[in-house]
């Protein structure tokens, strides 16, 4: 199939080029580059052997977009990775994570339903089930109300989907739940590459055995949990990557309209704590930490039910959390 990677220079759409290809498809990216690199394309080469063809320009453009569509007539589906990512900024500029998160949705489904492309795969997110009441999260369990833009971008943008295959548009989607994505590729040539200080945990791990960060702080351990901090459902950014092809293949086989939701995740959760021990473990190194108070807006616990993806799509994570602390490593000392 040849398919359309919004955000494909970014750090899971990197890696999910890399599998498009490996699956025998033909990727087809658009980046802006504002928050990835160009060179992550030459990477990609190199573990591929093949070149995606980049497009760079933004999906908010109308045109631009257009012009994409108008080029690439043959299109058989969008992976839309295409957003702006970072919580906390989130909360102190909302109208630009509204405007490119919700924007270029709003284009991407206008140009689909004007070249007739059917197939939309939607990166959402665990953050859509805000507080959870109980672990693990099946796809049934209540979404919450936002507790920053940025996932409430993730909310609105769930919401426009589904109300345009309500309107019996022509259009298959599938937004994925992803919970949280880590490591990277096993070549380690392509990995996350954060923009400034990392608010994400493994890239601050990372950076602070790397030298770059002093000290990691963990964000309270007073949480009821067995150890006392947070608990999240870490998955390897290949997995995820893989879910994608195993998403996409899936929507090819429905008839349009269509409309249903994904859980990503490996299905277990593990601690704050626990994920530092293992760094340190696999990879023999230290990580100086300290512990700090909670941070605003975190949930204590989330884990995926991941039944339903395996149950019908056949994907299952394979890699293990050493896996993924390894390469995360492997991929910072080439930094
Ligand atoms: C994980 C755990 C922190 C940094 C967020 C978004 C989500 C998704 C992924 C992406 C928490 C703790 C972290 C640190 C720490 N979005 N932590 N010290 O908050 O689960 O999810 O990123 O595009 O939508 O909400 O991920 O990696 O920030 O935090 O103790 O320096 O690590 O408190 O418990 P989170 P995270």
């Known amino acids: 199939?040849?398919?359309?990677?919004?955000?494909?220079?970014?750090?899971?759409?990197?890696?999910?080029?890399?599998?498009?290809?490996?699956?025998?498809?033909?990727?087809?990216?658009?980046?802006?580059?504002?928050?990835?690199?160009?060179?992550?394309?030459?990477?990609?080469?190199?573990?591929?052997n093949k070149r995606p063809k980049v497009y760079e320009g933004n999906c908010t453009d109308i045109n631009f977009m257009d012009d994409v569509f108008e080029k690439e007539k043959d299109l058989e589906g969008v992976i839309h990775f295409t957003a702006f990512k970072a919580v906390g900024e989130s909360i102190e500029k909302p109208i630009p994570y509204y405007k490119n998160n919700i924007n270029s949705l709003l284009v991407l489904i206008?140009?689909?339903?004007?070249?007739?492309?059917?197939?939309?795969?939607?990166?959402?997110?665990?953050?859509?089930?805000?507080?959870?009441?109980?672990?693990?999260?099946?796809?049934?369990?209540?979404?919450?109300?936002?507790?920053?833009?940025?996932?409430?971008?993730?909310?609105?943008?769930?919401?426009?989907?589904?109300?345009?295959?309500?309107?019996?548009a022509k259009i298959k989607t599938i937004p994925l739940r992803y919970f949280n994505p880590i490591g990277a590729h096993e070549s380690h040539l392509i990995g996350e590459l954060p923009n400034g200080v990392p608010s994400n945990l493994v890239p601050y791990i990372t950076q602070t055995a790397a030298g770059?960060?002093?000290?990691?702080?963990?964000?309270?351990?007073?949480?009821?949990?067995?150890?006392?901090?947070?608990?999240r459902d870490f998955i390897h950014v290949v997995d995820l990557a893989k879910a994608h092809i195993a998403t996409l293949?899936?929507?090819?086989?429905?008839?349009?309209?269509?409309?249903?939701?994904?859980?990503?995740?490996?299905?277990?959760?593990?601690?704050?704590?626990?994920?530092?021990?293992?760094?340190?473990?696999?990879?023999?190194?230290?990580?100086?930490?300290?512990?700090?108070?909670?941070?605003?807006?975190?949930?204590?616990?989330c884990w995926a039910d991941t039944k339903k993806v395996q149950n019908v799509m056949g994907w299952k994570a394979q890699k293990t959390i050493s896996d993924a602390m390894k390469d995360a490593w492997e991929w910072q000392k080439t930094l």
């Open 212 to 231: 770059i960060r002093k000290e990691l702080t963990i964000f309270g351990n007073d949480y009821d949990t067995p150890d006392g901090t947070c608990i």
């Open 249 to 301: 293949e899936y929507l090819q086989n429905q008839t349009s309209p269509f409309f249903d939701v994904f859980n990503v995740g490996t299905g277990k959760g593990t601690s704050v704590m626990e994920l530092i021990n293992t760094f340190e473990k696999v990879n023999n190194t230290k990580v100086k930490y300290k512990i700090g108070p909670r941070r605003p807006g975190d949930v204590k616990a």
């Open 110 to 168: 206008e140009v689909m339903q004007k070249y007739g492309v059917e197939n939309i795969v939607f990166s959402s997110s665990a953050t859509v089930y805000g507080d959870p009441d109980t672990n693990p999260l099946t796809e049934k369990s209540p979404r919450k109300q936002a507790t920053n833009p940025y996932g409430n971008t993730k909310l609105i943008a769930e919401d426009i989907l589904k109300d345009t295959v309500i309107s019996r």
């Open 1 to 48: 199939m040849k398919i359309l990677v919004n955000g494909g220079a970014g750090f899971i759409g990197s890696h999910t080029t890399v599998e498009l290809f490996n699956a025998g498809h033909t990727p087809i990216i658009i980046d802006d580059f504002s928050n990835s690199q160009k060179w992550i394309i030459d990477r990609i080469e190199q573990i591929t």
